[in-house]
């Protein structure tokens, strides 16, 4: 069995409500959903929340919201790999068949695509991994970037690279924070997702924004306002 979990809680801070909060024309977990939906990967995609009106707007818009999640996992503190791992063993206390392969989906992805969720199922199939995940490369070399001092100066933090042509300097690449494949064991395991039993999924980058600030949210928007001009 394969399932898609969507950690949702309520409690978000820097933009409260994000998970539901209107993004071009849909609540933001909407779009999640509707890529997990599309995407034809999932025997179940299921949202994770402590929160009722979340739980309402999910189920609204197609996902399941078969329990509640336990206020031990819902603070500040608590990292994606315990609420996965809750999901899962609900999911396979709760069922006949237990789940095999399963795909964290941020709430707060609104960019992610159903193909996109499709080639991270192949990934982790056909390679054999622990995860795949979303990757997209920095747009700047990380090898050249400065810090700034208390004294409101600057330097380097790898000063032996301030004379290397950037085309020279080795790619560099980040989380992308939309979706992390798994195989079931891996998360009840608590395997590091960062590591080298994980295989990426590049993204470009124009499809990658992380969205934790109201600057954050007001690019987002115009971003994915742009793509869908361009795919009209």
């Known amino acids: 069995m394969r399932i898609a979990v969507i950690p949702a809680?309520?409690?978000?801070?820097?933009?409260?409500?994000?998970?539901?909060?209107?993004?071009?024309?849909?609540?933001?977990?909407?779009?999640?959903?509707?890529?997990?939906?599309?995407?034809?990967?999932?025997?179940?995609?299921?949202?994770?929340?402590?929160?009722?009106?979340?739980?309402?707007?999910?189920?609204?818009?197609?996902?399941?919201?078969?329990?509640?999640?336990?206020?031990?996992?819902s603070d500040d503190h608590t990292g994606t790999i315990p609420v996965i791992r809750h999901a899962i063993e609900w999911v396979n206390d709760n069922n006949d068949e237990s789940a095999q392969q399963v795909c964290c989906l941020y709430a707060t992805a609104p960019f992610v695509r159903?193909?996109?969720?499709?080639?991270?199922?192949?990934?982790l199939v056909d390679t054999g991994s622990d995860y795949a995940f979303s990757v997209t490369s920095y747009a700047f070399p990380i090898q050249r970037a400065l810090r700034l001092t208390p004294q409101g100066r600057v330097g380097m933090f790898n000063p032996q690279y301030f004379d290397t042509r950037s085309q020279d300097l080795d790619d560099a690449y980040h989380d992308?924070?939309?979706?992390?494949?798994?195989?079931?064991?891996?998360?009840?395991?608590?395997?590091?997702?960062?590591?080298?039993?994980?295989?990426?999924?590049?993204?470009?980058?124009?499809?990658?924004?992380?969205?934790?600030?109201?600057?954050?949210?007001?690019?987002?928007?115009?971003?994915?306002?742009?793509?869908?001009?361009?795919?009209?």
Not at 49 to 63: N, S
Not at 187 to 192: H, M, S
């Open 9 to 73: 809680r309520g409690g978000s801070k820097r933009i409260p409500r994000k998970n539901i909060r209107e993004f071009c024309g849909k609540p933001m977990i909407a779009w999640s959903i509707e890529a997990a939906l599309k995407s034809a990967c999932f025997d179940h995609v299921i949202v994770s929340t402590d929160d009722a009106e979340i739980a309402e707007v999910a189920r609204r818009h197609g996902a399941a919201v078969p329990f509640k999640r336990p206020a031990e996992l």
């Open 114 to 123: 159903a193909e996109d969720l499709r080639q991270g199922l192949s990934v």
């Open 176 to 232: 992308a924070g939309q979706f992390y494949w798994g195989n079931a064991e891996a998360w009840l395991q608590a395997k590091v997702i960062f590591a080298e039993g994980s295989t990426p999924v590049l993204l470009p980058r124009h499809r990658v924004q992380d969205i934790d600030t109201a600057e954050d949210w007001e690019r987002a928007e115009w971003m994915f306002r742009a793509l869908q001009a361009q795919s009209e």
